[in-house]
C-alpha cells in the first residue's frame, strides 16, 4: 500500500509540474520583433491555396508582413522579420517554401512546426500569431 501511495503522490507532483510549464511556456515567449497590432482575417476562397499543405501564403501586416501555412493539422502564421537582426530588410524569402530563409545570414526556419530555427545563426524561432479557422475563414491575430 505505501508504495502505491508513494507512487501516486510523486505522479501528482510530476503532473502539476508538467501543466505549470507546459501551459506558461509558450504564451511568455518574449520575441524580439517588435510588437504590431494584427488581426485580420482571410478568405479560404480567394486564398484557396492554404487548403494545400505546406503551400505557404503571404500578407501584409505584422512588423515585416505575415506568412501563413496549412501544416496538415493546422493553420500557422508567423512575422516574416528574421528575429536574428530584427531588421525590416532582412524578412523571409517569399518562395513558397516550407522552410523559410532569411536573405541577410542564411537562417532557415521550419514554417510546418512553429518556426523553428533549423540552421544558420539565429536562435530564436518566428514570432508567431493566432490563427483561428472558422468556417472557410481565418483569423489571424496577436
Ligand atoms: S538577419 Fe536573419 S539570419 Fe541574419
Not at 505505501?2 to 515567449?29: A, M, P
Not at 505575415?66 to 517569399?94: H, Q, W
Request: aromatic residues 16%; proline residues 4%; hydrophobic residues 35%.
Amino acid at each position: 500500500m505505501n508504495g502505491i501511495k508513494w507512487f501516486s503522490r510523486r505522479f501528482s507532483f510530476f503532473l502539476l509540474l508538467v501543466l505549470v510549464f507546459g501551459l506558461s511556456c509558450d504564451d511568455d515567449f518574449d520575441s524580439s520583433i517588435p510588437y504590431v497590432d494584427v488581426n485580420f482575417y482571410i478568405n479560404l476562397v480567394n486564398h484557396n491555396s492554404l487548403y494545400t499543405v505546406g503551400y505557404p501564403e503571404y500578407f501584409n501586416g505584422g512588423y515585416g508582413g505575415i506568412v501563413v501555412i496549412n501544416n496538415g493539422v493546422s493553420y500557422y502564421a508567423y512575422d516574416m522579420t528574421c528575429p536574428y537582426e530584427t531588421d525590416f530588410n532582412c524578412r523571409l524569402k517569399d518562395d513558397h517554401d516550407v522552410i523559410g530563409t532569411c536573405p541577410c545570414c542564411d537562417t532557415q526556419y521550419n514554417l510546418l512546426d512553429g518556426g523553428y530555427v533549423i540552421s544558420g545563426p539565429s536562435a530564436e524561432p518566428l514570432k508567431q500569431y493566432r490563427v483561428n479557422l472558422s468556417g472557410s475563414r481565418l483569423h489571424v491575430s496577436n
